[in-house]
């Protein structure tokens, strides 16, 4: 999914929200309410149907197998998917028992945000066990089981599902996107409805798997802001939205809006989206370029790789990732592309532990019988963001394009900026194998 396409779905996504207001139970005549026996007043109380706005509350027609709450913070995403997994335990009858996953980033999301959430809500007269060593919650009367998942484990095999409660996909690890995979097709068990899933997330920064789904046709997307939810404190609000107005971060944590990038990113998305390539033509000269982690100790940071080349002014980058990868592992990968795309030189930047990144390639290529290739030391000297300033114009100039897609240097490329607390490897092998290229940009 490129931006353009996203952009068409997005307006039909906008086209199709419904109304929102004010829940059952702020609508009813207080007369009517004080006229309920109290049995009546405490089941009308814990009916999702009585509590939600119009806008939280998903039918149970066969037109959706996802449904995805895309908002602002404090809308009230949460309870919106709470109440759908009570109204699915309230159908569910001993003779066909049913599992439901409940997905967060961590366990601990799992029982202190999702099932708190739940358990609050559910009439006292719902009988359920919680197995905390299996990280369970099992309801008798039912026949459902809810199971915990943490998105640390990106595999989801065994269980047979009738749904999921997925709590901010773009915060699972490793992006998300194998658990996902798995997820979905645990979800096969039949019943009155579809198995179905329901996301509960804040916009992502970047094109990624959650704005796909949103894309696919038996996808429902809920979208809202802040402010429609009635039950925040005002003044609360009011302060949030004067501190993050006219930012990026507060149209997409506060109004829930997709706005790709961050505030005072070098890259754009739209610039790198708008001169993206399928094949790179001819090239001048080919670097593979390697930001090596600054130790060749297991648990060291993530490697950046990139190879790119140059012709008459333009770079192209062909190949990227960034890994947590051991020395002879980056080594070889970078041979590979060299190999692959004729590099002439390899670019790497001496880090703390003196000359291992030179001795690691130059090992590795001895090891495997190779063509030796000259290895150039780049050395940074200034801030990070100096360093990668002409590459940022020469991304908004048209003069930088990636072949196909790199999600991982792309995600990079488009949320560091210099007040960030992180350096991303791929960004400096970009920046190191361009500075080369170009001679330092004198041919740029």
């Not at 998300?176 to 996301?199: D, I, Q």
């Not at 003044?235 to 990038?261: Q, S």
Request: net charge neutral; charged share 20%.
């Amino acid at each position: 999914m490129d931006l353009a396409t996203w952009h068409t779905h997005e307006q039909r996504i906008d086209a199709q929200q419904t109304p929102d207001g004010a829940p059952l139970l702020a609508r009813l005549p207080r007369a009517f309410v004080d006229s309920l026996a109290p049995v009546e007043a405490l089941a009308l109380a814990h009916d999702p149907r009585a509590y939600l706005r119009p806008r939280q509350q998903l039918t149970t027609d066969g037109a959706w197998l996802v449904a995805v709450f895309m908002a602002g913070r404090g809308w009230g995403k949460s309870l919106a998917a709470a109440g759908w997994v009570i109204g699915e335990i309230l159908r569910g009858t001993p003779d066909r028992p049913a599992d439901f996953a409940l997905v967060a980033p961590t366990i601990d999301d799992c029982w202190g945000l999702q099932w708190r959430t739940i358990k609050a809500l559910i009439s006292p007269w719902v009988r359920y066990i919680e197995r905390a060593a299996r990280n369970q919650v099992v309801f008798p009367d039912h026949g459902v089981t809810l199971l915990m998942h943490s998105s640390e484990v990106t595999q989801y095999r065994g269980p047979n599902l009738r749904g999921a409660w997925c709590e901010e996909p773009v915060k699972w690890a490793a992006g998300g996107v194998e658990l996902w995979k798995n997820l979905r097709l645990a979800l096969r068990v039949a019943g009155l409805t579809p198995p179905r899933a329901v996301l509960t997330t804040t916009p992502p920064r970047e094109l990624n798997w959650t704005l796909g789904l949103c894309c696919e046709p038996t996808t429902r997307v809920v979208r809202g802001t802040m402010r429609d939810n009635p039950t925040l404190d005002s003044r609360a609000v009011d302060a949030a939205y004067r501190a993050m107005a006219g930012t990026i971060e507060g149209d997409r944590e506060l109004n829930g809006r997709v706005v790709l990038g961050t505030d005072g990113a070098l890259f754009r998305l739209e610039d790198l989206e708008a001169h993206r390539v399928q094949e790179a033509p001819s090239l001048t000269s080919i670097v593979v370029s390697v930001d090596p982690a600054q130790s060749a100790k297991r648990d060291a940071d993530p490697v950046g790789l990139v190879c790119l080349g140059v012709t008459s002014g333009h770079l192209y980058v062909l190949e990227s990732c960034s890994e947590r990868l051991e020395p002879a592992a980056w080594a070889q990968r970078a041979i590979d592309w060299a190999e692959r795309y004729r590099a002439g030189r390899f670019v790497v930047e001496p880090t703390g532990s003196g000359s291992y990144p030179r001795a690691t390639l130059e090992a590795q290529m001895r090891i495997g019988g190779l063509m030796r290739r000259p290895i150039t030391e780049s050395k940074a000297k200034g801030s990070k963001a100096d360093r990668a300033a002409p590459l940022s114009a020469a991304a908004a100039q048209g003069r930088l394009h990636l072949v196909g897609r790199h999600e991982q240097l792309e995600r990079e490329l488009t949320t560091w900026h210099p007040a960030a607390n992180f350096s991303p490897g791929g960004l400096d092998a970009l920046v190191h194998g361009a500075s080369v290229l170009t001679n330092n940009w004198r041919s740029l």
